[in-house]
């Protein structure tokens, strides 16, 4: 049952955007194959076409030297090709078995025969060592248990080829080892497993061979053996990465954001923060990491003002502002760089200029008597898109418009736009492409240069370690550790996500 | 729509979009009228010499425009009411239970209190429009503070408030002795000063059109130049987006409900203070509903409002002169406005891309877009 | 007090709450696809009629039934057609067939029979009332249960049929998870646009017999708007069952025990009115404590 995959001058573009330009790529059977490149490279893409979500535009794909063309998922399936996308694709209040065979159902005169499905499940799940609670509801379940739902229901649907798309961006570096030896297990068992990551270490701990792509091509491949860090990251960049900002020293000015003892609890009345403490001083960027769900979003958006705190104070600048909406929040400094940059941070069926303007509306400059000046706002909008390079057909066209990278620029142009005292940042360069990446995280830094407080909440554990000058770990719902960049590694945080105290005590400040 | 304010520049490719919409709108009520043709047809009657009547009914002279005008009235109070409220993500349903509500006040307002010269008028007016205001109140207060869904409990508004307003007049005003036939359960007459000045005595057009088209203008300005209707707007297209920048959805999103009920309310008081005089339970039928699609025909866009609801005044007085000159109901306009909306709503795009997938499934590789969600409101 | 649990006010309560039960069943499909469907109404005012034309046509209820489902499914088409396929806002286009099925059955009327605002024909045969052999005779439950119209029955039998077409066949597991996560039933290799039809087709042939009830479930007449508002009543128990059928049987049967016990009220003097506009005022009340709960629960 061993395949092996040619891709042959794969070429995909979206309106706009070439996001794959006559990619070459062959996958040996039984191995582990990764495929390793920036944001935006158009990794996700290729790996959508070969699992018959995309068709491309040009080129072809070969199962063991057939040609074949999938329409849909399902043809894909059939010819063993699944794929565990980054976004797991569960229906939340469904179970564990009903969401691995939904499409699949084991069926007799249309009704589902859920002993049969029982059954088969049961022995794949002996063959593979990979146990799920079947009658669990996927809500209920950590995101790494649902990740492995997601690989039993690929393998149930007979893949033989398994594309895992950037897998451990949701696990903490401990759980990823866990999902390696998952991924060992079956490669010996003759399955084939493409593994598509930014992440270079990771890389070059599981696969066998690495395909790195840059701009939609490809521009390496080699056997990991033969690679390092370095070539890789060389490739993928295209130049020599100086990725290594220095974050401001070690300043101790005034105290901007002071959140003690805060609590809040989700709608189901669950305490997903619990008693967190912290201060963020001028110039200074506190870094929180932690693996997604445990409780960061849920902080920032009580920081934010968008759920109320359960108890506990928060201050800006001094100011108790627990209570407060989020307008007189940000009249008192404060901007927010939010995580969903499509739904929260923007509206994309609106102008771009009214994106531009939004959380200003009431200032003095830009309205009178409860009427817009319209004159000054389009000068203030069309400032801002020169003054932060956004790459947009006018200010009228919705912002919707606009690439991914750019609507992350529009966002951070508005939220820097009149010098925050107070910025939270939440994953700010999530999903864009590099150059983006670049100018977004320069931009952060500013702002603690310039004597702003910067609270920086990303799951890009190189990210905050690049950009911090200190690091609260966080993990369910508690602050678990505090530690300097320069004196922890990846490893050390990653056990504190984990929830495995190391060293030292949190003295809670 | 919306985003002109700040000098959008025309260009080529704008003049033919809008010629491609003009074309739409022109074949959706062609469809629309072949259909209730053939209805026509079937009732033995000629459907050209039909619909020649409706138009002349309708624009034929003095009387004819004047009563087009006096139809045309409350269309764009009801258009403009649930356009308010959509514009804002408001899903008011319930324009014709407020129009009701305003209708009864202003009629109580009308004959009961004695007030000098166009204060009562202005009075009985804003009696009607606050009544409707107050029954937005409870649906909006439901929908903001629990989070249940408006849709429904307008919509059951609706006929609460039509058998409310029949039992109150009934039972309190006529003394229960009175008729069981709906129309006969009526009010006083109003006093001569809380009518509303006709435009053409002796025809039914009234004051209330300026009222109307000027309101049209006003709730235009604002969404395009004050704080507030930018506000709103954004409110009504991303809500999580206007509450991330600091915008109190909750409060913005009761002020256009109420503010949606307040029209729909003043839209019942100027049909009562213009036209009836006096309130009859189930006096008018559907008023409200219409609302629903003339926002849609004009986009949500207030200026629209004014020339869809001309528009509906031309169909709804035209009906009526139709159904004196020959045998056809004027039932079948109804037909033939709904049709309307929903030929409409047919994307001409989105079949020429079903014809060219036909197309390229027998020949070449298709393209498909991401995954497709599908939008819902619950 | 003692009418309250008198077994003529549960058995014409349970009567009444077969039109709203059906199209509520039909409507839960709908929600289940993640689709608000206020085209009941039309749904079931189509169907009443096309019903009443079968019944006069060929003599028999049981081709009325038919006729209506088949009109009904046609309605329900065309509302699938417009929102999954042009993606027309689901409002605007319920609004617009609902007002759209009231005029044209107004018309169909006067075209087909000659009359204007009802239709009263001997033709028209309903369905009849049975009696089940031994429950009949058992005292309280056999007045309750027994002697009620064959619609009744096939409305309790569809409804247990729901719940496993629901939760057991593939059909119902795939529309659950298209409503929660379509991305899901996309990546399964399913197409998202079959099982929307799907649901909103299932949504129309329930709708079809809720319509059938009104004029063939014993009243035997026809009258313009006859639906009246009760396909917005059963959206009211869609949404306070959430999709979970045993909670939209329970608000169905609610609403029409209400509806009995205010028409029974009406023999105390209660005024026409008021008995009229309960089953409205119940509708918010209910949905009220449904989603009042539903948010405590989580």
Same mark, same amino acid.
């Given at each position: 049952?061993?395949?092996?995959?040619?891709?042959?001058?794969?070429?995909?573009?979206?309106?706009?955007?070439?996001?794959?330009?006559?990619?070459?790529?062959?996958?040996?059977?039984?191995?582990?194959?990764?495929?390793?490149?920036?944001?935006?490279?158009?990794?996700?893409?290729?790996?959508?076409?070969?699992?018959?979500?995309?068709?491309?535009?040009?080129?072809?794909?070969?199962?063991?030297?057939?040609?074949?063309?999938?329409?849909?998922?399902?043809?894909?399936?059939?010819?063993?090709?699944?794929?565990?996308?980054?976004?797991?694709?569960?229906?939340?209040?469904?179970?564990?078995?009903?969401?691995?065979?939904?499409?699949?159902?084991?069926?007799?005169?249309?009704?589902?025969?859920?002993?049969?499905?029982?059954?088969?499940?049961?022995?794949?799940?002996?063959?593979?060592?990979?146990?799920?609670?079947?009658?669990?509801?996927?809500?209920?379940?950590?995101?790494?248990?649902?990740?492995? =739902?997601?690989?039993?229901?690929?393998?149930?649907?007979?893949?033989?080829?398994?594309?895992?798309?950037?897998?451990?961006?949701?696990?903490?570096?401990?759980?990823?080892?866990?999902?390696? #030896?998952?991924?060992?297990?079956?490669?010996?068992?003759?399955?084939?497993?493409?593994?598509?990551?930014?992440?270079?270490?990771?890389?070059?701990? =599981?696969?066998?061979?690495?395909?790195?792509?840059?701009?939609?091509?490809?521009?390496?491949?080699?056997?990991?053996?033969?690679?390092?860090?370095?070539?890789?990251?060389?490739?993928?960049?295209?130049?020599?990465?100086?990725?290594?900002?220095?974050?401001?020293?070690?300043?101790?000015?005034?105290?901007?954001?002071?959140?003690?003892?805060?609590?809040?609890?989700?709608?189901?009345?669950?305490?997903?923060?619990?008693?967190?403490?912290?201060?963020?001083?001028?110039?200074?960027?506190?870094?929180? #990491?932690?693996?997604?769900?445990?409780?960061?979003?849920?902080?920032?958006?009580?920081?934010?003002?968008?759920?109320?705190?359960?108890?506990?104070?928060?201050?800006?600048?001094?100011?108790?502002?627990?209570?407060?909406?989020?307008?007189?929040?940000?009249?008192?400094?404060?901007?927010?760089?939010?995580?969903?940059?499509?739904?929260?941070?923007?509206?994309?069926?609106?102008?771009?200029?009214?994106?531009?303007?939004?959380?200003?509306?009431?200032?003095?400059?830009?309205?009178?008597?409860?009427?817009?000046?319209?004159?000054?706002?389009?000068?203030?909008?069309?400032?801002?898109?020169?003054?932060?390079?956004?790459?947009?057909?006018?200010?009228?066209?919705?912002?919707?418009?606009?690439?991914?990278?750019?609507?992350?620029?529009?966002?951070?142009?508005?939220?820097?736009?009149?010098?925050?005292?107070?910025?939270?940042?939440?994953?700010?360069?999530?999903?864009?492409?590099?150059?983006?990446?670049?100018?977004?995280?320069?931009?952060?830094?500013? =702002?603690?240069?310039?004597?702003?407080?910067?609270?920086?909440?990303?799951?890009?554990?190189?990210?905050?370690?690049?950009?911090?000058?200190?690091?609260?770990?966080?993990?369910?719902?508690?602050?678990?550790?505090?530690?300097?960049?320069?004196?922890?590694?990846?490893?050390?945080?990653?056990?504190?996500?984990?929830?495995?105290?190391?060293?030292?005590?949190?003295?809670?400040? | 729509?919306?985003?002109?304010?700040?000098?959008?520049?025309?260009?080529?490719?704008?003049?033919?979009?809008?010629?491609?919409?003009?074309?739409?709108?022109?074949?959706?009520?062609?469809?629309?009228?072949?259909?209730?043709? /053939?209805?026509?047809? &079937?009732?033995?009657?000629?459907?050209?010499?039909?619909?020649?009547?409706?138009?002349?009914?309708?624009?034929?002279?003095?009387?004819?425009?004047?009563?087009?005008?006096?139809?045309?009235?409350?269309?764009?109070?009801?258009?403009?009411?649930?356009?308010?409220?959509?514009?804002?993500?408001?899903?008011?349903?319930?324009?014709?239970?407020?129009?009701?509500?305003?209708?009864?006040?202003?009629?109580? /307002?009308?004959?009961?209190?004695?007030?000098?010269?166009?204060?009562?008028?202005?009075?009985?007016?804003?009696?009607?429009?606050?009544?409707?205001?107050?029954?937005?109140?409870?649906?909006?207060?439901?929908?903001?503070?629990?989070?249940?869904?408006?849709?429904?409990?307008?919509?059951?508004?609706?006929?609460?408030?039509?058998?409310?307003?029949?039992?109150?007049?009934?039972?309190?005003?006529?003394?229960?002795?009175?008729?069981?036939?709906?129309?006969?359960?009526?009010?006083?007459?109003?006093?001569?000063?809380?009518?509303?000045?006709?435009?053409?005595?002796?025809?039914?057009?009234?004051?209330?059109?300026?009222?109307?088209?000027?309101?049209?203008?006003?709730?235009?300005?604002? &969404?395009?130049?004050?704080?507030?209707?930018?506000?709103?707007?954004?409110?009504?297209?991303?809500?999580? &987006?206007?509450?991330?920048?600091?915008?109190?959805?909750?409060?913005?999103?009761?002020?256009?409900?109420?503010?949606?009920?307040?029209?729909?309310?003043?839209?019942?008081?100027?049909?009562?203070? %213009?036209?009836?005089?006096?309130?009859?339970?189930?006096?008018?039928?559907?008023?409200?509903?219409?609302?629903?699609?003339?926002?849609?025909?004009?986009?949500?866009?207030?200026?629209?409002?004014?020339?869809?609801?001309? &528009?509906?005044?031309?169909?709804?007085?035209?009906?009526?002169?139709?159904?004196?000159?020959?045998?056809?109901?004027?039932?079948?306009?109804?037909?033939?406005?709904?049709?309307?909306?929903?030929?409409?709503?047919?994307?001409?795009?989105?079949?020429?891309?079903?014809?060219?997938?036909?197309?390229?499934?027998?020949?070449?590789? /298709?393209?498909?877009?991401?995954?497709?969600?599908? %939008?819902?409101?619950? | 007090?003692?009418?309250?649990?008198?077994?003529?006010?549960?058995?014409?309560?349970?009567?009444?709450?077969?039109?709203?039960?059906?199209?509520?069943?039909?409507?839960?499909?709908?929600?289940?696809?993640?689709?608000?469907?206020?085209?009941?109404?039309?749904?079931?005012?189509?169907?009443?009629?096309?019903?009443?034309?079968?019944?006069?046509?060929?003599?028999?209820?049981?081709?009325? $039934?038919?006729?209506?489902?088949?009109?009904?499914?046609?309605?329900?088409?065309?509302?699938?057609?417009?929102?999954?396929?042009?993606?027309?806002?689901?409002?605007?286009?319920?609004? +617009?067939?609902? $007002?759209?099925?009231?005029?044209?059955?107004?018309?169909?009327?006067?075209?087909?029979?000659?009359?204007?605002?009802?239709?009263?024909?001997?033709?028209?045969?309903? *369905?009849?009332?049975?009696?089940?052999?031994?429950?009949?005779?058992?005292?309280?439950?056999?007045?309750?249960?027994?002697?009620?119209?064959?619609?009744?029955?096939? +409305?309790?039998?569809?409804?247990?049929?729901?719940?496993?077409?629901?939760?057991?066949?593939?059909?119902?597991?795939?529309?659950?998870?298209?409503?929660?996560?379509?991305? +899901?039933?996309?990546?399964?290799?399913?197409?998202?646009?079959?099982?929307?039809?799907?649901?909103?087709?299932?949504?129309?042939?329930?709708?079809?017999?809720?319509?059938?009830?009104?004029?063939?479930?014993?009243?035997?007449? *026809?009258?313009?708007?006859?639906?009246?508002?009760?396909?917005?009543?059963?959206?009211?128990?869609? $949404?306070?069952?959430?999709?979970?059928?045993?909670?939209?049987?329970?608000?169905?049967?609610?609403?029409?025990?209400?509806?009995?016990?205010?028409?029974?009220?009406?023999?105390?003097?209660?005024?026409?009115? $008021?008995?009229?506009?309960?089953?409205?005022?119940?509708?918010?009340?209910?949905?009220?404590?449904?989603?009042?709960?539903?948010?405590?629960?989580?």
């Amino acid at each position: 049952m061993q395949k092996e995959i040619r891709l042959e001058n794969i070429t995909k573009r979206f309106p706009g955007v070439l996001a794959d330009d006559h990619v070459n790529m062959i996958i040996s059977a039984g191995t582990v194959h990764a495929v390793v490149g920036e944001n935006g490279a158009g990794k996700s893409t290729l790996m959508n076409i070969l699992s018959g979500l995309y068709q491309p535009d040009d080129g072809r794909i070969l199962v063991d030297g057939e040609q074949v063309r999938f329409e849909n998922p399902r043809q894909a399936m059939r010819r063993g090709i699944g794929m565990v996308h980054q976004e797991f694709m569960l229906v939340r209040n469904l179970t564990v078995l009903d969401n691995i065979i939904l499409g699949f159902e084991p069926s007799r005169a249309g009704m589902i025969s859920r002993s049969v499905a029982r059954r088969v499940l049961k022995d794949l799940m002996n063959a593979y060592k990979l146990d799920v609670p079947l009658d669990e509801t996927v809500e209920r379940l950590p995101v790494s248990m649902q990740q492995r =739902v997601e690989i039993v229901k690929a393998l149930y649907r007979g893949a033989d080829v398994l594309i895992l798309d950037e897998p451990t961006s949701v696990l903490t570096p401990q759980e990823s080892r866990v999902l390696f #030896a998952a991924i060992r297990e079956l490669v010996s068992r003759g399955k084939t497993v493409i593994f598509i990551s930014h992440k270079l270490g990771e890389v070059l701990e =599981v696969a066998d061979r690495i395909s790195v792509m840059r701009d939609g091509r490809v521009v390496g491949e080699l056997p990991a053996s033969d690679a390092t860090e370095r070539t890789l990251a060389r490739l993928m960049v295209g130049r020599d990465v100086l990725m290594n900002f220095t974050p401001p020293g070690k300043p101790q000015g005034d105290p901007v954001l002071e959140v003690k003892e805060m609590t809040v609890k989700d709608a189901r009345g669950l305490e997903v923060v619990k008693q967190v403490s912290f201060t963020v001083h001028a110039g200074e960027v506190l870094g929180i #990491a932690g693996v997604a769900g445990n409780g960061q979003s849920e902080l920032v958006k009580a920081i934010v003002g968008l759920v109320p705190t359960c108890s506990g104070s928060i201050h800006i600048s001094r100011r108790d502002v627990t209570k407060a909406s989020v307008k007189h929040r940000r009249q008192a400094g404060m901007r927010y760089i939010p995580q969903d940059r499509a739904w929260v941070g923007t509206c994309r069926q609106s102008a771009l200029w009214k994106n531009l303007l939004m959380g200003y509306e009431h200032y003095r400059k830009f309205s009178r008597f409860g009427l817009l000046r319209l004159d000054v706002v389009r000068r203030f909008a069309s400032d801002l898109v020169a003054r932060f390079g956004i790459k947009t057909a006018s200010l009228y066209v919705p912002a919707g418009t606009l690439s991914g990278g750019n609507l992350q620029k529009a966002i951070v142009a508005r939220e820097l736009a009149l010098g925050p005292r107070l910025l939270i940042a939440e994953d700010p360069t999530r999903g864009i492409d590099i150059g983006a990446t670049e100018f977004v995280r320069r931009q952060v830094l500013q =702002v603690a240069e310039g004597g702003g407080a910067v609270l920086l909440v990303s799951q890009d554990l190189q990210e905050v370690m690049a950009l911090s000058n200190r690091i609260l770990v966080m993990h369910k719902g508690q602050i678990v550790g505090e530690r300097m960049p320069a004196e922890t590694t990846e490893e050390e945080l990653g056990l504190l996500m984990a929830g495995r105290a190391t060293r030292g005590t949190h003295d809670g400040r | 729509m919306g985003d002109r304010s700040v000098g959008n520049p025309r260009t080529a490719k704008m003049r033919n979009a809008v010629l491609t919409e003009a074309a739409k709108y022109v074949v959706a009520l062609l469809l629309g009228m072949t259909i209730g043709g /053939v209805l026509i047809s &079937f009732k033995g009657e000629d459907p050209v010499f039909a619909y020649k009547v409706l138009l002349e009914g309708a624009l034929g002279g003095r009387a004819a425009i004047a009563q087009t005008l006096r139809w045309a009235t409350p269309a764009i109070l009801a258009g403009l009411a649930t356009t308010i409220g959509f514009r804002a993500g408001v899903f008011n349903l319930g324009v014709e239970g407020q129009l009701y509500m305003g209708a009864f006040v202003a009629a109580l /307002v009308g004959y009961s209190v004695a007030l000098p010269g166009r204060a009562h008028m202005i009075a009985a007016l804003g009696a009607g429009a606050l009544a409707g205001a107050a029954y937005s109140l409870l649906p909006a207060v439901l929908w903001m503070r629990y989070g249940i869904n408006e849709v429904v409990n307008t919509l059951m508004l609706n006929y609460v408030a039509y058998l409310l307003t029949e039992y109150v007049v009934r039972v309190f005003i006529m003394s229960s002795s009175g008729s069981v036939v709906p129309l006969q359960i009526v009010t006083p007459e109003i006093a001569e000063s809380a009518r509303l000045p006709l435009l053409f005595p002796p025809y039914q057009a009234n004051v209330g059109l300026f009222i109307g088209v000027l309101l049209a203008i006003l709730v235009y300005f604002f &969404f395009q130049r004050t704080v507030w209707g930018y506000e709103l707007d954004i409110v009504g297209r991303n809500p999580a &987006f206007a509450a991330y920048g600091g915008v109190s959805v909750r409060r913005l999103g009761m002020l256009a409900f109420i503010a949606s009920g307040l029209v729909g309310g003043l839209a019942g008081a100027v049909e009562i203070l %213009g036209v009836h005089h006096k309130f009859a339970a189930q006096f008018s039928i559907n008023l409200g509903f219409d609302g629903v699609l003339i926002a849609l025909l004009a986009k949500n866009d207030p200026l629209g409002i004014i020339p869809v609801g001309l &528009f509906w005044g031309i169909l709804r007085n035209g009906a009526y002169s139709m159904e004196r000159m020959t045998s056809v109901s004027r039932i079948v306009i109804q037909v033939v406005q709904a049709l309307f909306v929903l030929f409409l709503t047919v994307d001409a795009g989105v079949i020429r891309q079903m014809l060219r997938r036909r197309r390229a499934l027998r020949g070449k590789p /298709v393209q498909k877009g991401a995954t497709t969600t599908h %939008g819902s409101l619950v | 007090m003692e009418v309250l649990f008198d077994p003529a006010t549960l058995a014409s309560g349970i009567k009444l709450s077969v039109p709203i039960l059906f199209a509520a069943l039909g409507g839960m499909f709908t929600h289940q696809a993640n689709v608000f469907n206020i085209a009941l109404e039309s749904l079931m005012l189509t169907s009443a009629f096309f019903s009443v034309v079968g019944s006069c046509y060929f003599s028999s209820p049981w081709a009325g $039934l038919m006729l209506g489902i088949v009109a009904s499914l046609v309605a329900a088409l065309v509302f699938a057609v417009l929102t999954v396929d042009f993606g027309a806002d689901v409002i605007v286009v319920g609004i +617009a067939m609902n $007002l759209g099925a009231w005029g044209a059955t107004s018309i169909l009327l006067e075209l087909m029979f000659g009359v204007r605002g009802f239709l009263l024909d001997p033709r028209i045969v309903s *369905f009849p009332s049975v009696e089940i052999p031994v429950v009949k005779s058992v005292p309280y439950l056999g007045q309750v249960v027994s002697g009620q119209n064959v619609l009744v029955y096939l +409305a309790a039998a569809t409804a247990v049929a729901v719940h496993f077409v629901s939760y057991h066949s593939k059909m119902g597991l795939r529309i659950r998870a298209l409503g929660q996560n379509p991305a +899901a039933v996309e990546t399964a290799g399913l197409s998202p646009r079959r099982y929307r039809y799907l649901a909103i087709l299932l949504c129309g042939l329930l709708c079809g017999a809720a319509g059938t009830f009104l004029p063939l479930g014993g009243l035997s007449m *026809f009258s313009e708007n006859m639906s009246a508002g009760k396909g917005y009543i059963a959206l009211a128990a869609v $949404l306070f069952g959430n999709g979970v059928p045993g909670l939209v049987i329970a608000a169905s049967l609610v609403f029409g025990y209400a509806e009995a016990l205010a028409v029974k009220m009406q023999g105390f003097g209660l005024p026409n009115q $008021l008995v009229l506009m309960s089953p409205y005022v119940l509708t918010m009340l209910f949905l009220f404590i449904g989603t009042r709960r539903r948010v405590a629960a989580g």
